[in-house]
Protein backbone atom coordinates (compact mmCIF):
# COMPACT_ATOMS: atom_id res chain seq x y z
CA UNK A 1 0.00 0.00 0.00
CA UNK A 2 1.40 3.36 -1.02
CA UNK A 3 0.22 7.02 -0.54
CA UNK A 4 1.47 9.87 -3.14
CA UNK A 5 0.88 12.98 -0.98
CA UNK A 6 2.07 14.79 -4.51
CA UNK A 7 -1.22 13.90 -6.17
CA UNK A 8 -2.93 16.82 -7.92
CA UNK A 9 -4.67 15.29 -10.66
CA UNK A 10 -7.52 12.44 -11.19
CA UNK A 11 -8.16 9.57 -13.46
CA UNK A 12 -11.53 9.05 -15.63
CA UNK A 13 -12.50 6.14 -17.22
CA UNK A 14 -15.07 6.19 -19.71
CA UNK A 15 -15.89 3.11 -22.24
CA UNK A 16 -12.74 1.34 -20.55
CA UNK A 17 -10.46 4.14 -22.02
CA UNK A 18 -8.38 6.38 -19.27
CA UNK A 19 -7.74 10.14 -18.92
CA UNK A 20 -6.43 12.65 -16.94
CA UNK A 21 -6.31 16.23 -15.80
CA UNK A 22 -5.37 18.80 -12.77
CA UNK A 23 -7.63 19.71 -10.45
CA UNK A 24 -5.23 21.23 -7.76
CA UNK A 25 -1.91 22.91 -8.11
CA UNK A 26 1.55 22.60 -6.07
CA UNK A 27 -0.78 24.27 -2.90
CA UNK A 28 -3.69 21.85 -3.15
CA UNK A 29 -5.64 24.67 -4.27
CA UNK A 30 -8.45 24.65 -6.86
CA UNK A 31 -7.79 25.37 -10.64
CA UNK A 32 -11.04 23.26 -11.86
CA UNK A 33 -14.74 25.33 -11.34
CA UNK A 34 -17.45 23.14 -12.01
CA UNK A 35 -17.46 24.81 -15.57
CA UNK A 36 -14.18 23.35 -16.17
CA UNK A 37 -15.05 20.19 -14.98
CA UNK A 38 -18.05 20.22 -17.23
CA UNK A 39 -15.89 20.81 -20.48
CA UNK A 40 -13.69 18.14 -19.69
CA UNK A 41 -16.20 15.93 -18.87
CA UNK A 42 -17.57 16.19 -22.27
CA UNK A 43 -14.65 15.87 -24.18
CA UNK A 44 -13.57 12.82 -22.47
CA UNK A 45 -17.11 11.09 -23.54
CA UNK A 46 -16.98 12.65 -27.11
CA UNK A 47 -13.12 10.84 -27.67
CA UNK A 48 -14.70 7.72 -26.07
CA UNK A 49 -17.85 7.08 -27.99
CA UNK A 50 -15.88 7.82 -31.29
CA UNK A 51 -13.35 4.59 -30.17
CA UNK A 52 -14.65 1.43 -31.74
CA UNK A 53 -15.35 -1.15 -29.53
CA UNK A 54 -12.77 -3.52 -30.98
CA UNK A 55 -10.23 -1.22 -29.93
CA UNK A 56 -12.13 -0.33 -26.77
CA UNK A 57 -12.13 -4.02 -25.58
CA UNK A 58 -8.32 -4.64 -26.57
CA UNK A 59 -7.07 -1.58 -24.08
CA UNK A 60 -9.50 -2.31 -21.20
CA UNK A 61 -6.04 -2.57 -19.07
CA UNK A 62 -8.52 -2.12 -16.60
CA UNK A 63 -9.89 -5.43 -15.97
CA UNK A 64 -6.51 -6.64 -14.89
CA UNK A 65 -7.08 -5.22 -11.85
CA UNK A 66 -10.11 -7.96 -10.76
CA UNK A 67 -7.22 -11.00 -11.61
CA UNK A 68 -6.17 -12.83 -8.28
CA UNK A 69 -3.04 -11.41 -6.69
CA UNK A 70 -0.59 -13.29 -8.37
CA UNK A 71 -1.28 -12.64 -11.83
CA UNK A 72 -2.02 -9.22 -11.39
CA UNK A 73 1.37 -8.84 -9.17
CA UNK A 74 2.84 -10.51 -12.50
CA UNK A 75 1.56 -8.11 -14.82
CA UNK A 76 2.46 -5.33 -13.10
CA UNK A 77 6.20 -6.23 -12.79
CA UNK A 78 6.09 -6.62 -16.90
CA UNK A 79 4.76 -3.43 -17.49
CA UNK A 80 7.34 -1.44 -14.71
CA UNK A 81 10.51 -3.65 -16.07
CA UNK A 82 9.38 -3.81 -20.06
CA UNK A 83 12.03 -1.34 -22.05
CA UNK A 84 8.86 0.65 -23.14
CA UNK A 85 8.31 3.60 -20.74
CA UNK A 86 4.97 3.87 -22.23
CA UNK A 87 2.93 1.75 -20.46
CA UNK A 88 4.78 1.96 -17.13
CA UNK A 89 4.29 5.63 -17.18
CA UNK A 90 0.31 5.23 -17.87
CA UNK A 91 0.70 3.01 -14.61
CA UNK A 92 2.02 5.56 -12.53
CA UNK A 93 -0.60 8.11 -13.69
CA UNK A 94 -3.27 5.97 -12.65
CA UNK A 95 -1.50 4.51 -9.35
CA UNK A 96 -0.74 8.20 -7.79
CA UNK A 97 -4.43 9.45 -9.23
CA UNK A 98 -6.69 11.05 -6.03
CA UNK A 99 -9.37 8.93 -7.09
CA UNK A 100 -10.53 7.10 -10.49
CA UNK A 101 -14.18 8.46 -12.08
CA UNK A 102 -15.71 6.03 -13.93
CA UNK A 103 -18.32 7.55 -16.36
CA UNK A 104 -20.68 4.02 -16.95
CA UNK A 105 -22.40 4.11 -20.59
CA UNK A 106 -25.57 2.32 -19.30
CA UNK A 107 -28.86 2.92 -17.51
CA UNK A 108 -29.60 0.29 -15.05
CA UNK A 109 -33.29 0.64 -13.72
CA UNK A 110 -34.02 -1.61 -10.86
CA UNK A 111 -32.06 -0.96 -7.32
CA UNK A 112 -30.76 -4.47 -8.03
CA UNK A 113 -29.17 -3.48 -11.42
CA UNK A 114 -27.97 -0.74 -9.61
CA UNK A 115 -26.37 -2.77 -7.52
CA UNK A 116 -25.04 -4.54 -9.20
CA UNK A 117 -23.39 -2.26 -12.03
CA UNK A 118 -22.01 -0.55 -8.92
CA UNK A 119 -20.44 -3.80 -6.94
CA UNK A 120 -18.88 -5.99 -10.01
CA UNK A 121 -20.37 -4.15 -13.53
CA UNK A 122 -22.02 -5.55 -16.27
CA UNK A 123 -21.20 -8.70 -18.70
CA UNK A 124 -22.03 -7.56 -22.45
CA UNK A 125 -21.08 -9.35 -25.10
CA UNK A 126 -21.23 -7.58 -28.49
CA UNK A 127 -19.80 -8.92 -31.81
CA UNK A 128 -17.95 -11.20 -29.91
CA UNK A 129 -16.36 -9.18 -27.10
CA UNK A 130 -16.80 -7.59 -23.93
CA UNK A 131 -18.76 -4.07 -24.21
CA UNK A 132 -20.16 -4.09 -20.50
CA UNK A 133 -19.33 -1.90 -17.71
CA UNK A 134 -17.16 -4.44 -15.94
CA UNK A 135 -14.03 -3.51 -17.75
CA UNK A 136 -14.87 0.50 -17.02
CA UNK A 137 -12.94 -0.27 -13.74
CA UNK A 138 -9.78 -0.07 -11.75
CA UNK A 139 -10.51 -2.01 -8.42
CA UNK A 140 -6.95 -0.85 -6.97
CA UNK A 141 -8.02 2.89 -6.99
CA UNK A 142 -11.02 4.04 -4.81
CA UNK A 143 -13.81 4.45 -7.69
CA UNK A 144 -16.72 7.18 -8.19
CA UNK A 145 -18.81 5.76 -10.72
CA UNK A 146 -21.56 7.51 -12.45
CA UNK A 147 -24.57 6.22 -14.90
CA UNK A 148 -25.55 7.35 -17.71
CA UNK A 149 -29.02 8.05 -15.91
CA UNK A 150 -27.68 9.70 -13.31
CA UNK A 151 -27.39 6.57 -11.06
CA UNK A 152 -24.09 7.14 -8.82
CA UNK A 153 -21.93 5.31 -6.21
CA UNK A 154 -18.66 4.13 -5.24
CA UNK A 155 -16.56 0.62 -5.04
CA UNK A 156 -13.73 0.50 -3.19
CA UNK A 157 -11.40 -2.15 -1.96
CA UNK A 158 -11.08 -3.19 1.44
CA UNK A 159 -7.92 -3.80 2.34
CA UNK A 160 -7.10 -0.29 2.20
CA UNK A 161 -9.93 1.51 3.68
CA UNK A 162 -12.78 0.16 5.87
CA UNK A 163 -16.46 1.07 4.68
CA UNK A 164 -16.73 3.81 7.56
CA UNK A 165 -14.24 6.25 6.11
CA UNK A 166 -15.91 6.00 3.17
CA UNK A 167 -18.99 6.76 4.80
CA UNK A 168 -17.58 9.89 5.72
CA UNK A 169 -16.02 11.09 2.42
CA UNK A 170 -19.61 10.08 0.97
CA UNK A 171 -21.71 12.21 3.92
CA UNK A 172 -19.36 14.95 3.45
CA UNK A 173 -19.79 14.80 0.08
CA UNK A 174 -23.68 14.89 0.44
CA UNK A 175 -24.40 17.33 3.18
CA UNK A 176 -22.16 19.70 0.72
CA UNK A 177 -23.95 19.34 -1.83
CA UNK A 178 -27.31 20.33 -0.05
CA UNK A 179 -25.86 23.71 1.39
CA UNK A 180 -24.03 24.54 -1.90
CA UNK A 181 -27.71 24.40 -3.13
CA UNK A 182 -29.20 26.40 -0.62
CA UNK A 183 -26.52 29.07 -0.72
CA UNK A 184 -27.84 29.39 -4.58
CA UNK A 185 -31.27 30.36 -2.97
CA UNK A 186 -29.85 32.36 0.05
CA UNK A 187 -26.38 33.25 0.33
CA UNK A 188 -26.44 33.76 3.68
CA UNK A 189 -27.05 30.02 4.14
CA UNK A 190 -24.24 27.95 6.44
CA UNK A 191 -21.17 25.86 4.69
CA UNK A 192 -19.55 22.70 6.00
CA UNK A 193 -16.31 24.11 6.04
CA UNK A 194 -14.82 27.06 5.65
CA UNK A 195 -13.43 27.23 2.03
CA UNK A 196 -9.30 27.26 2.28
CA UNK A 197 -9.03 27.59 -1.12
CA UNK A 198 -9.91 30.45 -3.57
CA UNK A 199 -12.37 30.84 -6.15
CA UNK A 200 -10.81 29.15 -9.47
CA UNK A 201 -12.99 31.23 -11.63
CA UNK A 202 -11.49 34.28 -9.86
CA UNK A 203 -7.87 33.13 -9.85
CA UNK A 204 -4.91 34.69 -12.19
CA UNK A 205 -4.20 31.37 -14.53
CA UNK A 206 -0.78 32.16 -14.46
CA UNK A 207 -0.92 31.59 -10.57
CA UNK A 208 -1.36 27.92 -11.34
CA UNK A 209 2.15 26.88 -12.11
CA UNK A 210 2.76 24.42 -13.55
CA UNK A 211 -0.30 22.07 -14.73
CA UNK A 212 -2.34 20.40 -16.79
CA UNK A 213 -5.85 20.86 -17.17
CA UNK A 214 -7.20 19.74 -20.11
CA UNK A 215 -8.11 16.17 -20.39
CA UNK A 216 -4.93 13.46 -21.50
CA UNK A 217 -6.03 10.06 -22.88
CA UNK A 218 -3.29 7.17 -21.54
CA UNK A 219 -2.62 5.09 -24.57
CA UNK A 220 -1.42 2.03 -23.95
CA UNK A 221 1.47 -0.46 -25.87
CA UNK A 222 -0.70 -3.32 -26.07
CA UNK A 223 2.31 -5.99 -26.39
CA UNK A 224 1.76 -9.72 -26.80
CA UNK A 225 2.04 -10.99 -23.31
CA UNK A 226 -0.53 -7.83 -21.86
CA UNK A 227 -2.88 -8.80 -24.08
CA UNK A 228 -3.20 -11.96 -23.56
CA UNK A 229 -3.55 -11.10 -19.78
CA UNK A 230 -6.35 -8.72 -20.41
CA UNK A 231 -8.15 -11.29 -22.78
CA UNK A 232 -7.91 -14.45 -19.72
CA UNK A 233 -8.56 -11.77 -17.31
CA UNK A 234 -11.88 -10.60 -18.87
CA UNK A 235 -13.53 -14.03 -19.44
CA UNK A 236 -12.55 -14.83 -15.80
CA UNK A 237 -14.54 -11.65 -14.63
CA UNK A 238 -17.52 -12.45 -16.67
CA UNK A 239 -17.70 -16.09 -15.40
CA UNK A 240 -17.46 -14.51 -11.84
CA UNK A 241 -20.31 -11.79 -12.74
CA UNK A 242 -22.16 -14.47 -14.00
CA UNK A 243 -21.67 -16.50 -10.87
CA UNK A 244 -23.00 -14.32 -8.04
CA UNK A 245 -26.01 -12.89 -7.73
CA UNK A 246 -27.23 -9.50 -6.08
CA UNK A 247 -30.78 -9.08 -4.80
CA UNK A 248 -32.01 -5.41 -2.70
CA UNK A 249 -35.03 -4.87 -0.24
CA UNK A 250 -35.88 -1.64 0.62
CA UNK A 251 -37.82 -2.46 3.95
CA UNK A 252 -40.27 0.70 4.50
CA UNK A 253 -42.27 -0.53 7.22
CA UNK A 254 -40.05 0.74 10.44
CA UNK A 255 -36.99 1.47 11.16
CA UNK A 256 -34.75 2.29 13.70
CA UNK A 257 -37.16 4.49 15.62
CA UNK A 258 -39.47 1.63 15.89
CA UNK A 259 -37.27 -0.70 16.59
CA UNK A 260 -36.11 1.40 19.80
CA UNK A 261 -39.63 1.87 20.81
CA UNK A 262 -40.20 -2.04 21.10
CA UNK A 263 -36.84 -2.19 23.40
CA UNK A 264 -34.65 -3.13 20.86
CA UNK A 265 -30.65 -2.07 19.63
CA UNK A 266 -31.53 -1.18 16.23
CA UNK A 267 -28.50 -3.33 14.99
CA UNK A 268 -28.70 -6.75 17.19
CA UNK A 269 -32.16 -6.67 16.16
CA UNK A 270 -31.67 -6.60 12.35
CA UNK A 271 -28.84 -9.34 12.73
CA UNK A 272 -31.77 -11.40 14.66
CA UNK A 273 -33.65 -11.22 11.24
CA UNK A 274 -30.83 -12.52 9.30
CA UNK A 275 -30.44 -15.73 11.56
CA UNK A 276 -34.03 -16.27 11.85
CA UNK A 277 -34.16 -15.98 7.84
CA UNK A 278 -31.95 -18.11 7.04
CA UNK A 279 -33.20 -20.73 9.77
CA UNK A 280 -36.52 -20.62 8.31
CA UNK A 281 -35.48 -21.64 4.90
CA UNK A 282 -32.49 -24.16 5.75
CA UNK A 283 -33.10 -25.38 9.60
CA UNK A 284 -29.75 -24.38 10.41
CA UNK A 285 -27.46 -21.55 12.28
CA UNK A 286 -24.52 -21.05 10.26
CA UNK A 287 -21.02 -19.11 10.88
CA UNK A 288 -21.90 -15.47 10.98
CA UNK A 289 -19.64 -12.73 10.77
CA UNK A 290 -19.60 -8.81 11.40
CA UNK A 291 -17.61 -5.87 11.86
CA UNK A 292 -17.19 -3.95 15.36
CA UNK A 293 -15.32 -0.83 14.60
CA UNK A 294 -12.11 -0.46 17.14
CA UNK A 295 -11.21 3.40 16.12
CA UNK A 296 -10.48 4.27 19.59
CA UNK A 297 -6.86 2.41 19.44
CA UNK A 298 -4.29 3.46 16.99
CA UNK A 299 -4.18 2.25 13.94
CA UNK A 300 -7.40 0.23 15.30
CA UNK A 301 -9.90 -1.09 12.33
CA UNK A 302 -12.16 -4.07 12.92
CA UNK A 303 -13.08 -6.75 15.17
CA UNK A 304 -14.95 -9.45 14.15
CA UNK A 305 -18.81 -10.53 15.76
CA UNK A 306 -19.31 -13.67 16.68
CA UNK A 307 -23.41 -13.14 16.19
CA UNK A 308 -23.90 -17.02 16.69
CA UNK A 309 -24.36 -18.23 20.25
CA UNK A 310 -26.43 -19.93 22.56
CA UNK A 311 -29.02 -16.87 22.86
CA UNK A 312 -29.38 -16.96 18.89
CA UNK A 313 -29.74 -20.42 18.71
CA UNK A 314 -32.91 -20.90 21.36
CA UNK A 315 -34.17 -17.53 19.95
CA UNK A 316 -34.28 -19.01 16.13
CA UNK A 317 -35.95 -22.30 17.13
CA UNK A 318 -38.77 -20.55 19.49
CA UNK A 319 -39.42 -18.06 16.45
CA UNK A 320 -39.75 -20.63 14.11
CA UNK A 321 -42.15 -23.18 16.29
CA UNK A 322 -45.44 -22.72 17.83
CA UNK A 323 -44.36 -21.00 20.36
CA UNK A 324 -46.97 -18.25 22.58
CA UNK A 325 -46.00 -14.84 21.12
CA UNK A 326 -44.39 -13.58 24.91
CA UNK A 327 -41.88 -16.81 24.46
CA UNK A 328 -40.74 -15.40 21.04
CA UNK A 329 -40.78 -12.07 21.57
CA UNK A 330 -38.40 -12.70 25.27
CA UNK A 331 -36.53 -15.02 23.22
CA UNK A 332 -35.42 -12.24 20.25
CA UNK A 333 -35.13 -9.80 23.56
CA UNK A 334 -32.40 -12.56 25.28
CA UNK A 335 -30.85 -12.91 21.56
CA UNK A 336 -30.53 -9.21 20.92
CA UNK A 337 -29.00 -8.35 24.24
CA UNK A 338 -26.90 -10.86 24.05
CA UNK A 339 -25.37 -9.33 20.66
CA UNK A 340 -25.15 -6.03 22.15
CA UNK A 341 -22.83 -7.52 25.05
CA UNK A 342 -20.62 -9.10 22.43
CA UNK A 343 -20.10 -5.46 20.21
CA UNK A 344 -19.46 -3.50 23.19
CA UNK A 345 -16.80 -6.13 23.84
CA UNK A 346 -15.58 -6.25 20.32
CA UNK A 347 -15.36 -2.38 20.14
CA UNK A 348 -13.05 -2.48 23.30
CA UNK A 349 -10.69 -4.87 21.61
CA UNK A 350 -11.47 -7.75 23.69
CA UNK A 351 -12.95 -10.19 20.54
CA UNK A 352 -11.16 -13.75 19.97
CA UNK A 353 -10.60 -13.60 15.92
CA UNK A 354 -7.82 -10.86 15.64
CA UNK A 355 -5.85 -12.43 18.54
CA UNK A 356 -5.83 -15.34 16.80
CA UNK A 357 -5.10 -14.67 13.36
CA UNK A 358 -2.43 -12.39 14.81
CA UNK A 359 -0.86 -16.04 16.61
CA UNK A 360 -1.21 -17.75 13.79
CA UNK A 361 0.36 -15.17 11.24
CA UNK A 362 3.25 -15.21 14.02
CA UNK A 363 3.19 -19.18 13.73
CA UNK A 364 3.43 -19.00 10.03
CA UNK A 365 6.01 -16.07 10.02
CA UNK A 366 8.19 -18.59 12.17
CA UNK A 367 8.19 -21.55 9.37
CA UNK A 368 8.70 -19.29 6.52
CA UNK A 369 11.94 -17.96 8.83
CA UNK A 370 13.10 -21.55 9.43
CA UNK A 371 12.81 -22.53 5.60
CA UNK A 372 10.20 -25.30 6.35
CA UNK A 373 8.27 -23.41 3.57
CA UNK A 374 8.41 -21.32 0.17
CA UNK A 375 6.45 -18.04 0.67
CA UNK A 376 3.78 -17.31 -1.86
CA UNK A 377 3.41 -13.74 -3.36
CA UNK A 378 0.87 -12.83 -0.56
CA UNK A 379 3.30 -14.05 2.39
CA UNK A 380 0.61 -16.90 3.09
CA UNK A 381 2.54 -20.59 3.28
CA UNK A 382 0.57 -22.16 0.60
CA UNK A 383 0.95 -24.74 -1.90
CA UNK A 384 -1.49 -22.98 -4.68
CA UNK A 385 -2.22 -19.24 -4.53
CA UNK A 386 -5.28 -18.40 -2.12
CA UNK A 387 -7.77 -16.17 -2.73
CA UNK A 388 -8.92 -14.94 0.88
CA UNK A 389 -5.97 -14.81 3.75
CA UNK A 390 -6.42 -17.77 5.63
CA UNK A 391 -7.93 -16.58 9.65
CA UNK A 392 -9.99 -13.74 7.59
CA UNK A 393 -13.42 -14.08 7.34
CA UNK A 394 -14.63 -16.70 4.50
CA UNK A 395 -10.77 -18.03 4.24
CA UNK A 396 -9.25 -21.06 3.84
CA UNK A 397 -8.29 -23.24 7.21
CA UNK A 398 -5.31 -24.21 7.76
CA UNK A 399 -6.77 -27.67 7.91
CA UNK A 400 -7.69 -27.23 3.83
CA UNK A 401 -3.87 -26.19 3.23
CA UNK A 402 -2.52 -29.22 4.52
CA UNK A 403 -4.43 -31.42 2.69
CA UNK A 404 -3.06 -29.49 -0.40
CA UNK A 405 0.64 -29.72 1.17
CA UNK A 406 0.63 -33.03 2.65
CA UNK A 407 2.35 -34.76 -0.32
CA UNK A 408 5.32 -32.38 0.07
CA UNK A 409 8.31 -32.00 2.62
CA UNK A 410 7.24 -28.59 3.19
CA UNK A 411 3.82 -30.27 3.94
CA UNK A 412 4.91 -32.57 6.53
CA UNK A 413 6.69 -30.27 8.59
CA UNK A 414 4.00 -27.71 8.74
CA UNK A 415 1.88 -30.78 9.62
CA UNK A 416 4.53 -31.39 12.48
CA UNK A 417 4.37 -28.41 13.57
CA UNK A 418 0.96 -26.66 13.78
CA UNK A 419 -0.46 -25.68 16.74
CA UNK A 420 -3.11 -28.04 18.37
CA UNK A 421 -5.48 -24.98 18.04
CA UNK A 422 -5.49 -24.04 14.90
CA UNK A 423 -5.56 -27.94 13.60
CA UNK A 424 -8.95 -28.21 15.43
CA UNK A 425 -11.97 -28.24 13.52
CA UNK A 426 -13.38 -25.45 15.65
CA UNK A 427 -10.91 -23.18 13.91
CA UNK A 428 -11.92 -24.47 10.68
CA UNK A 429 -15.45 -23.82 10.87
CA UNK A 430 -14.98 -20.47 12.77
CA UNK A 431 -12.82 -19.18 9.56
CA UNK A 432 -15.88 -20.30 7.19
CA UNK A 433 -18.07 -17.49 6.97
CA UNK A 434 -21.25 -18.83 5.40
CA UNK A 435 -23.16 -15.00 6.45
CA UNK A 436 -21.08 -12.77 6.37
CA UNK A 437 -22.52 -9.10 7.23
CA UNK A 438 -21.87 -5.15 7.93
CA UNK A 439 -23.96 -1.72 8.95
CA UNK A 440 -22.83 0.87 7.28
CA UNK A 441 -24.93 3.80 6.24
CA UNK A 442 -26.46 7.04 7.14
CA UNK A 443 -29.35 9.06 4.85
CA UNK A 444 -26.17 9.92 2.68
CA UNK A 445 -26.27 6.62 0.86
CA UNK A 446 -29.81 4.42 -0.32
CA UNK A 447 -27.57 0.99 -0.59
CA UNK A 448 -24.38 -0.44 0.59
CA UNK A 449 -23.68 -4.27 -0.27
CA UNK A 450 -20.61 -6.43 -1.02
CA UNK A 451 -20.16 -10.14 -2.83
CA UNK A 452 -20.27 -13.38 -0.45
CA UNK A 453 -16.78 -14.35 0.86
CA UNK A 454 -17.25 -18.20 0.53
CA UNK A 455 -18.53 -19.89 -2.38
CA UNK A 456 -21.71 -21.15 -0.36
CA UNK A 457 -22.48 -18.09 1.92
CA UNK A 458 -24.59 -15.26 1.58
CA UNK A 459 -22.93 -11.40 2.19
CA UNK A 460 -25.29 -8.62 3.14
CA UNK A 461 -24.34 -5.07 3.40
CA UNK A 462 -27.88 -3.06 5.35
CA UNK A 463 -28.89 -0.01 6.39
CA UNK A 464 -30.88 0.98 9.24
CA UNK A 465 -32.09 4.33 9.06
CA UNK A 466 -34.84 6.39 10.74
CA UNK A 467 -37.64 4.95 9.21
CA UNK A 468 -36.74 2.04 6.99
CA UNK A 469 -34.57 -0.74 6.11
CA UNK A 470 -32.08 -1.08 3.44
CA UNK A 471 -30.34 -4.26 2.42
CA UNK A 472 -28.74 -5.89 -0.34
CA UNK A 473 -27.81 -9.95 -0.25
CA UNK A 474 -25.45 -11.34 -2.90
CA UNK A 475 -24.86 -14.75 -3.09
CA UNK A 476 -23.27 -17.50 -5.73
CA UNK A 477 -26.41 -19.46 -7.18
CA UNK A 478 -28.14 -19.61 -4.11
CA UNK A 479 -31.69 -18.91 -3.37
CA UNK A 480 -30.86 -14.81 -2.78
CA UNK A 481 -34.35 -13.50 -3.77
CA UNK A 482 -36.21 -16.27 -1.85
CA UNK A 483 -34.35 -15.19 1.50
CA UNK A 484 -35.02 -11.47 0.70
CA UNK A 485 -38.69 -12.46 0.75
CA UNK A 486 -38.46 -14.29 3.95
CA UNK A 487 -36.89 -11.77 5.49
CA UNK A 488 -39.59 -9.36 4.79
CA UNK A 489 -41.97 -11.54 5.67
CA UNK A 490 -39.68 -11.84 9.33
CA UNK A 491 -40.28 -8.37 9.52
CA UNK A 492 -43.37 -8.19 9.17
CA UNK A 493 -44.41 -10.71 11.32
CA UNK A 494 -42.18 -9.66 14.36
CA UNK A 495 -43.87 -6.29 14.53
CA UNK A 496 -47.18 -8.00 14.77
CA UNK A 497 -46.48 -10.27 17.67
CA UNK A 498 -45.34 -7.12 19.25
CA UNK A 499 -48.27 -4.99 18.46
CA UNK A 500 -50.04 -8.18 19.40
CA UNK A 501 -48.61 -8.10 22.83
CA UNK A 502 -49.22 -4.82 23.84
CA UNK A 503 -52.22 -3.72 22.04
CA UNK A 504 -51.09 -0.78 21.17
CA UNK A 505 -49.68 0.90 17.69
CA UNK A 506 -46.11 2.28 18.69
CA UNK A 507 -45.56 4.14 15.63
CA UNK A 508 -42.86 6.50 14.57
CA UNK A 509 -45.46 9.28 13.52
CA UNK A 510 -47.48 9.01 16.63
CA UNK A 511 -47.83 12.85 17.63
CA UNK A 512 -49.06 14.16 20.83
CA UNK A 513 -52.53 14.91 19.67
CA UNK A 514 -53.00 11.65 18.59
CA UNK A 515 -52.05 10.30 21.81
CA UNK A 516 -54.39 12.22 23.32
CA UNK A 517 -57.03 11.48 20.85
CA UNK A 518 -56.26 7.45 21.83
CA UNK A 519 -56.64 7.88 25.68
CA UNK A 520 -59.87 9.99 25.49
CA UNK A 521 -61.56 7.11 23.10
CA UNK A 522 -60.32 4.30 26.22
CA UNK A 523 -61.88 6.80 28.95
CA UNK A 524 -64.96 6.18 29.82
CA UNK A 525 -67.79 8.00 28.80
CA UNK A 526 -70.61 9.78 30.95
CA UNK A 527 -74.38 10.17 29.44
CA UNK A 528 -76.44 13.24 31.31
CA UNK A 529 -77.86 11.12 33.83
CA UNK A 530 -74.47 9.90 34.79
CA UNK A 531 -74.53 6.37 33.75
CA UNK A 532 -71.30 5.49 32.59
CA UNK A 533 -70.74 3.80 28.83
CA UNK A 534 -67.71 1.79 28.71
CA UNK A 535 -66.49 1.40 24.81
CA UNK A 536 -64.04 -0.52 23.56
CA UNK A 537 -60.73 0.58 22.87
CA UNK A 538 -59.70 -0.58 19.41
CA UNK A 539 -56.57 -2.01 18.55
CA UNK A 540 -54.97 0.60 16.15
CA UNK A 541 -55.18 1.54 13.14
CA UNK A 542 -52.35 0.54 11.12
CA UNK A 543 -50.72 2.79 8.13
CA UNK A 544 -50.55 0.99 4.59
CA UNK A 545 -47.24 0.38 5.23
CA UNK A 546 -47.67 -1.51 8.26
CA UNK A 547 -50.17 -4.23 7.12
CA UNK A 548 -49.62 -7.45 8.69
CA UNK A 549 -48.37 -9.84 5.74
CA UNK A 550 -50.64 -12.94 5.26
CA UNK A 551 -49.29 -16.21 5.67
CA UNK A 552 -45.73 -16.00 7.29
CA UNK A 553 -41.99 -16.21 6.39
CA UNK A 554 -42.49 -19.12 4.51
CA UNK A 555 -46.23 -18.93 2.87
CA UNK A 556 -47.69 -22.12 2.44
CA UNK A 557 -45.86 -23.95 4.92
CA UNK A 558 -48.05 -23.58 8.20
CA UNK A 559 -45.12 -24.67 10.52
CA UNK A 560 -43.74 -21.46 10.17
CA UNK A 561 -46.27 -19.34 10.10
CA UNK A 562 -45.95 -16.79 12.82
CA UNK A 563 -48.97 -15.66 14.91
CA UNK A 564 -51.85 -16.89 12.63
CA UNK A 565 -53.45 -18.48 15.66
CA UNK A 566 -53.74 -15.55 17.53
CA UNK A 567 -54.71 -13.54 14.79
CA UNK A 568 -57.83 -15.67 13.92
CA UNK A 569 -58.42 -15.73 17.57
CA UNK A 570 -58.47 -12.00 18.09
CA UNK A 571 -60.42 -11.52 14.69
CA UNK A 572 -63.36 -14.08 16.59
CA UNK A 573 -62.73 -11.74 19.69
CA UNK A 574 -63.63 -8.29 18.02
CA UNK A 575 -66.95 -9.74 15.99
CA UNK A 576 -68.18 -11.04 18.66
CA UNK A 577 -68.13 -7.89 20.67
CA UNK A 578 -68.53 -5.50 17.98
CA UNK A 579 -72.21 -5.07 18.53
CA UNK A 580 -71.83 -4.29 21.81
CA UNK A 581 -69.62 -1.16 21.40
CA UNK A 582 -71.89 2.55 21.35
CA UNK A 583 -72.05 4.93 18.90
CA UNK A 584 -69.44 8.06 19.51
CA UNK A 585 -68.31 10.72 17.52
CA UNK A 586 -65.10 9.26 17.12
CA UNK A 587 -66.72 6.51 15.47
CA UNK A 588 -68.84 8.16 12.78
CA UNK A 589 -67.20 7.59 9.33
CA UNK A 590 -64.18 6.14 8.17
CA UNK A 591 -60.81 6.86 10.00
CA UNK A 592 -58.22 7.04 7.59
CA UNK A 593 -54.95 5.60 8.08
CA UNK A 594 -51.80 8.15 8.77
CA UNK A 595 -48.74 7.82 5.86
CA UNK A 596 -45.25 7.98 7.75
CA UNK A 597 -43.66 11.10 6.39
Known sequence: ?????????????????????????DNSDLIMSEKDLVHNLQAIMHDAMETPIQEAARSAVGVLSTENRRVWAGMR???????????????????????????????????????????????????????????NRWYDKLQIIVCKNGAAGINFEHTGVDG??????????????ILRFAK????????????????????????FGNVSTTPHKLEWTMVPELSLGL???????????????FQTLEFEGYG?????????????YVQMAFQASYYALYGRVECTYEPAMTKQFLHGRTEAIRTVSQEVVDFVRTFCEDAPAKAKIDALKAACERHVQRTRQCSKGLGQDRHLYAL??????????????????????????????????????????MSATA???????????????????AWDKLNTTIISTSNCGNPALRMFGFGPVSADGFGIGYIIKEDSISVCVSSKHRQTKRFVDTLHSYMQDVRYLFKQLNRKVVSPSTTKAREAETRQAAAPLKTPKGKEIITKMASGTSSPSESDGEGGMLGGYGYFDVGSLNKLLSEKEEEATAGQQVTTRRSIGRKLPLADY
Open 1 to 25: MQTDEKARHVVVMCRSQFYWFDVMD
Open 77 to 135: DHILNHEDNTNRECLQIVDSALFVLCLDDSSPESLAEISTNMLCGSSVIEKGVQVGTCT
Open 164 to 177: HTVLRFVSDVYTDT
Open 184 to 207: TIHGGSPSLWASVSPDPAKRDPES
Open 231 to 245: RFAETRLADLINQNE
Open 256 to 268: SNYIKTMGFSPDA
Open 360 to 401: YCLWQRGILDEGCASPSVDGYVSGEEQEVPFGSPGGQSMISE
Open 407 to 425: STGSGRAVARDIPAIFADS
